[in-house]
Nanobody
Framework: QVQLVESGGGLVQSGGSLRLSCAASGNIFGSDVMGWYRQPTGNARELLAQIDSGAGTYYDSSVKGRFTISRDNAKNTVSLQMYSLRPEDTAVYYC?????????????WGQGTQVTVSS
């Protein structure tokens, strides 16, 4: 099992910045992919960014160039630095760990942290 705890959400004005952090504990594997998703009210959860243990990254086009994901393998943490925030970035942000085990996709989720961007 993996436990994830997010921190760093809050209220920010349009154009501002926030940094989200996630601490992972439990049975973390070096091959795990860590990432961030968000879920606006009334909408589906969407993938924003992922990072593997070798620091390879993926960004959704909606955040590429504004958000930066980083990972500390020694501390089992993943962060999301968000710049140039917009009202449409308002959502609950979730930390995620993904792994594939015996052909099965396994996902672990944090409890979520609210990010609200005012116009």
């Amino acid at each position: 099992q993996v436990q994830l705890v997010e921190s760093g959400g809050g209220l920010v004005q349009s154009g501002g910045s926030l940094r989200l952090s996630c601490a992972a504990s439990g049975n973390i594997f070096g091959s795990d992919v860590m990432g961030w998703y968000r879920q606006p009210t009334g909408n589906a959860r969407e993938l924003l960014a992922q990072i593997d243990s070798g620091a390879g990254t993926y960004y959704d086009s909606s955040v590429k160039g504004r958000f930066t994901i980083s990972r500390d393998n020694a501390k089992n943490t993943v962060s999301l630095q968000m710049y140039s925030l917009r009202p449409e970035d308002t959502a609950v942000y979730y930390c995620n760990v993904w792994r594939r085990d015996s052909g099965v996709n396994i996902n672990y989720w944090g409890q979520g942290t609210q990010v609200t961007v005012s116009s």
